[in-house]
């Protein structure tokens, strides 16, 4: 039995072996073999600039496209034998040919120089073009005029034309096929960058229906992410092959460039503080007007958008310069731990410079550095992100018990502000009030239901609430608390309510404030409850200018647990922090601090 499954498998073996031997010696002895790439022609003779002074075509040739038309003429290095393709690429220029004097090929373009008409926006673009070679030997004289209709922009296109002059079979699926080494990576990745796009964005969509911070930073970034991915697929040498649009590739490749660009001011903004951060977004302001106004003038046909991108490129040269001098003077304002992005965002305007000044472009690539520096960066985000989720995951568990801490220190808040005392004084001024004052009875009953109604519904809450909710729970305590104490004053200064805290912190504080600050002096007293925001973050402050207290002394039991659990509450549920300062017989200050990414009202 051993013996036949050993000679099943040789037989197998050898069958295989044949299979191939078979298929390599058919394929080696056709002639598909010599068509697996197209042929590279070298077009050798002279060039004139007039049609009368001609020069010798080599390497040292002054084949500037800007300088105006080209007249070349010469010979090919192989035959195109009748009813093949001879391609080139054409980079937003005419192409007429000439064969042995005759005319053989002239395009819409060099038409309509000749007639003196105005460029169309259809008619401008990159492209893969061919002509139907009747028969051209090596002895037969080849002429080629090529008109550039832009001023700028493009000044290697007569040397790419002739770069890329190839001869093929009656299909154009060799060309395509020997492209796609230098068109698929790009293609492909820009696609992964369209779908992390989406993705960013979807998140940043998501975290508004939720009122998640955040979101705008999402935005910005999906939008940059989702335009240089657009930019990176259109931008292949084979693109024309995947989308014959000429117009809608050339269009959209230019306004993915700029829109890209402007994506990356704004998350370069976003970083910056201060005057740095208004000056940037003056900026901003200037190029988005700018770019708009381009952008107006190409779809309503006033000129093609391929022109407009002298005008682009010399405001980028101011905005990029700009907007890395306002990182630099952010960067020596921030701690080392917190300079990540902003070094992200020096080198992508970096690269933007790099590529305006030309540097590695070719017929196969433009913007060459800022794709390379944005693909190093997104893979090194990916990479900590990736980290990020491993670490999360391994703190999911901890969240969990924290979760249950939480709960149990909002409860012992809650709690710690229903203090029996508080119940029996508020009822008692009540009873009185029911006997001489029925109306201001009828209010304080009515305050004190709402104090109550807050206190019971922060169980409730397991989010952040607005600071403006917050202060209107102070304000009926407050106002319980005038009736006791007529002659106490409580200020409310608020720059800024429009941002998120958790339940029961400030009320605490203005309680405190009162019980400990003001309850200590003969008469009077101010508390100050304040609100504003830097750069960075919110800040609430709770100021009295009572008896003050020595902070290296704990507080008794239930207080110092009610200091605690609001300032791990803010810790939390904020990133923020709570600080107290006091001195005896001068007064105490509270100040609460929250960021700004942790805390803004979606």
Request: proline share 3%.
């Amino acid at each position: 039995m051993k013996e036949r499954w050993k000679n099943n498998w040789i037989v197998s073996l050898l069958l295989f072996l044949l299979s191939a031997i078979c298929l390599l010696t058919v394929v080696l002895r056709s002639n598909q073999s010599s068509l697996s790439k197209p042929l590279p022609q070298t077009f050798t003779g002279e060039y004139s600039r007039d049609g009368e002074v001609w020069y010798p075509l080599d390497d040292n040739a002054d084949l500037n496209a800007l300088d105006g038309d080209l007249f070349l003429r010469g010979h090919f290095s192989y035959d195109i034998f009748d009813g093949e393709r001879l391609y080139y690429y054409q980079n937003h220029i005419g192409v007429t040919i000439y064969l042995n004097g005759e005319l053989l090929s002239i395009d819409t373009i060099s038409e309509y120089e000749e007639e003196g008409l105005v460029l169309e926006p259809s008619m401008c673009g990159s492209r893969w073009n061919y002509i139907m070679s009747p028969g051209i030997t090596t002895e037969d004289e080849v002429e080629f005029c090529l008109h550039n209709p832009h001023s700028h922009g493009n000044s290697s296109a007569y040397r790419d034309f002739l770069n890329t002059l190839y001869g093929s079979p009656n299909t154009s699926y060799i060309l395509e096929s020997y492209l796609k080494p230098y068109s698929s990576p790009l293609q492909i990745a820009g696609i992964v960058l369209v779908i992390v796009a989406l993705m960013l964005l979807g998140a940043a969509l998501a975290s508004g229906f939720l009122r998640v911070p955040m979101g705008g930073s999402l935005r910005k970034y999906g939008l940059l992410t989702l335009f240089m991915g657009g930019f990176v697929i259109l931008d292949t040498v084979g693109i024309s092959f995947v989308s014959e649009l000429v117009v809608f590739n050339t269009y959209a490749r230019q306004l993915c460039m700029m829109l890209a660009v402007y994506c990356m001011g704004l998350c370069v903004c976003g970083t910056l503080t201060g005057k740095p951060r208004k000056t940037a977004k003056t900026a901003m302001l200037l190029s988005a007007l700018l770019d708009g106004i381009l952008i107006v003038l190409s779809f309503t046909g006033v000129t093609v958008i391929y022109d407009t991108g002298i005008y682009w490129v010399a405001s980028q040269v101011v905005l990029c310069p700009l907007l890395l001098v306002c990182a630099a003077v952010e960067w020596h304002h921030r701690e080392k731990n917190s300079r990540t992005i902003l070094l992200s965002h020096m080198f992508l305007l970096s690269a933007v410079l790099l590529d305006i000044a030309g540097v590695g472009r070719s017929i196969y690539s433009h913007g060459t550095c800022t794709k390379i520096v944005f693909a190093l960066l997104f893979a090194l985000y990916a990479a900590g992100t990736v980290k990020h989720v491993v670490i999360d995951h391994q703190a999911s568990i901890r969240a969990k018990q924290l979760e249950k801490e939480l709960e149990d220190s909002r409860v012992a808040t809650m709690l710690s502000q229903i203090q029996p005392h508080f119940i029996y004084n508020t009822l008692g001024t009540v009873e009185q009030l029911c006997k001489e004052q029925p109306e201001a009875a009828a209010n304080l009953v009515h305050n004190f239901s709402l104090y109550l109604r807050g206190n019971f519904s922060e169980l409730d809450h397991t989010a952040p609430i607005l600071l403006s909710k917050e202060v209107e729970h102070v304000r009926h305590y407050v106002d319980i608390e005038h009736i006791r104490f007529p002659d106490m004053e409580v200020k409310f200064e608020l720059g800024s309510d429009d941002f998120l805290l958790p339940a029961l912190s400030v009320q605490p504080l203005v309680e405190n404030a009162i019980k400990h600050g003001l309850m200590g002096l003969e008469s009077g007293g101010t508390v100050t409850v304040s609100s504003y925001e830097t750069d960075m973050d919110y800040r609430i402050s709770v100021v009295d200018d009572g008896v003050g207290f020595d902070t290296t002394i704990l507080l008794d039991d239930r207080e110092h647990v009610g200091i605690r659990n609001i300032r791990g509450r803010i810790e939390a549920m904020c990133g923020g922090t709570l600080t107290v300062e006091s001195a005896p017989g001068k007064g105490t200050k509270a100040v609460i601090t929250i960021p700004k990414e942790r805390s803004e009202h979606p």
